[in-house]
């Protein structure tokens, strides 16, 4: 196995874009990276090899912030944090439209949901996503485009 300082090196902004697309806080999802990589130092020695390294440190990511959320119940106040991109006005358009899509994708159904999530918020590629899911590149572009297409649905109904 690699040394945890190269893994960290490699891999740190794949786990980084998987928590922001989880927690849409880039504050906590960089305290959460910090914390997958302490438990995987930690728990290195029980890392058998048998999957992928990013499938490895995103599951120990995922049971982080399992871990944060139920120490911090505040948690679901959390709000999106944008980077201003122009007028107040636009800046709080752009900000209800994105929370709004955030609402639709929340309520589909896994794994539409956590591949759109990683795919729109944490900017991750098919093939990344399908690493981080222990599925191959082409199982995550077609569940992307399912995901697209009831949301799409979803969507459209509410017009």
Not at 28 to 37: M, V
Not at 73 to 87: A, K, L
Not at 116 to 138: H, P, T
């Amino acid at each position: 196995m690699q040394s945890m300082e190269d893994i960290y090196r490699e891999y740190a902004k794949v786990v980084y874009r998987y928590l922001i697309s989880l927690t849409h806080s880039p504050d906590i999802a960089e305290e959460l990276t910090q914390e997958t990589f302490y438990q995987a130092i930690r728990s290195s020695d029980r890392y058998d090899e048998t999957c992928k390294i990013t499938t490895w440190l995103c599951s120990i990511a995922k049971n982080v912030l399992i871990t944060y959320r139920r120490k911090h119940p505040e948690y679901d106040d959390i709000s999106v944090q944008e980077i201003p991109t122009g007028s107040a006005e636009n800046d709080a358009l752009n900000n209800l439209q994105r929370l709004e899509l955030m609402k639709k994708i929340h309520f589909l159904e896994d794994p539409y949901r956590e591949v759109l999530y990683l795919r729109v918020f944490g900017e991750l590629s098919f093939k990344e996503i399908g690493e981080v899911l222990s599925k191959n590149e082409n199982w995550a572009r077609v569940t992307y485009y399912r995901g697209k297409e009831k949301l799409g649905k979803e969507v459209r109904h509410d017009e």
